[in-house]
Nanobody, 121 residues
Framework: QVQLVESGGGLVQPGGSLRLSCAAS????????MGWYRQAPGKQRELVAR???????NYADSVKGRFTVSRDNAKNTVYLQMNSLRPEDTAVYYC???????????????WGQGTQVTVSS
């Protein structure tokens, strides 16, 4: 089995910062891309930031220049540093990873349970 466990969400004032972490564990042969998605009430889940195994990143336009995604391949962990947070960043943030469990398996998407980020004064 594979698990993604997120941490680091919470309540922060506008302009503040938070750092999310997501650690993958279990039967893992390799991990391709890892990333973060978010879903606000009444809205569809959207990509926030993504990073490949080689370190290539891409971001949603709404977070460029404010959020930074990074990963520690040795720890199977992805991070999201969020600065200059705005009320519109309020959402449940989900970790995603494309994981191959064995050399014989194709990469499959796995999801974390979600962590709430609330930006409010």
């Amino acid at each position: 089995q594979v698990q993604l466990v997120e941490s680091g969400g919470g309540l922060v004032q506008p302009g503040g910062s938070l750092r999310l972490s997501c650690a993958a564990s279990g039967s893992i042969f390799s991990i391709n891309a890892m990333g973060w998605y978010r879903q606000a009430p009444g809205k569809q889940r959207e990509l926030v930031a993504r990073i490949t195994s080689g370190g290539t990143t891409n971001y949603a336009d709404s977070v460029k220049g404010r959020f930074t995604v990074s990963r520690d391949n040795a720890k199977n962990t992805v991070y999201l540093q969020m600065n200059s947070l705005r009320p519109e960043d309020t959402a449940v943030y989900y970790c995603n990873a494309e994981i191959r469990r064995t050399p014989l398996h194709r990469a499959t998407d796995y999801w974390g349970q979600g962590t709430q980020v609330t930006v409010s004064s």
